[in-house]
Nanobody
Framework: QVQLVESGGGLVQAGGSLRLSCAASGRSFGLNEVGWYRQAPGKQRELVARVRISGNTNYVDFRKDRFTITRDSAKNTVYLQMNSLKPEDTAVYYC?????????????WGQGTQVTVSS
């Protein structure tokens, strides 16, 4: 019922910046968390940044250094600003949304966008 589409990935040189976007469609009621994760080949998927939502208030409960997460509820879009990129930041970046309703929790993922940082 919920679809997430990431965009903004690409190839950048070390020290550069990228801004990733995650556009959501479908249900919006009951949204509890939005976040960004990344996964490099042969490695575990790791949390990059996460926002917890309570009413109209957003709480950033995790953020890796050099990265900033923001949410535009009017556009139903979440952004990840990445600065001073390093080669070790190379990974597929995924958008995630978690909902809570009377039927229980639900979890949605985007297809991912590739970020490659050259040295």
């Amino acid at each position: 019922q919920v679809q997430l589409v990431e965009s903004g990935g690409g190839l950048v040189q070390a020290g550069g910046s990228l801004r990733l976007s995650c556009a959501a469609s479908g249900r919006s009621f009951g949204l509890n968390e939005v976040g960004w994760y990344r996964q490099a080949p042969g490695k575990q998927r790791e949390l990059v940044a996460r926002v917890r939502i309570s009413g109209n208030t957003n709480y950033v409960d995790f953020r890796k250094d050099r990265f900033t997460i923001t949410r535009d509820s009017a556009k139903n879009t979440v952004y990840l600003q990445m600065n001073s990129l390093k080669p070790e930041d190379t990974a597929v970046y995924y958008c995630n949304a978690k909902f809570w309703s009377q039927v229980g929790p639900s979890d949605y993922w985007g297809q991912g966008t590739q970020v490659t940082v050259s040295s």
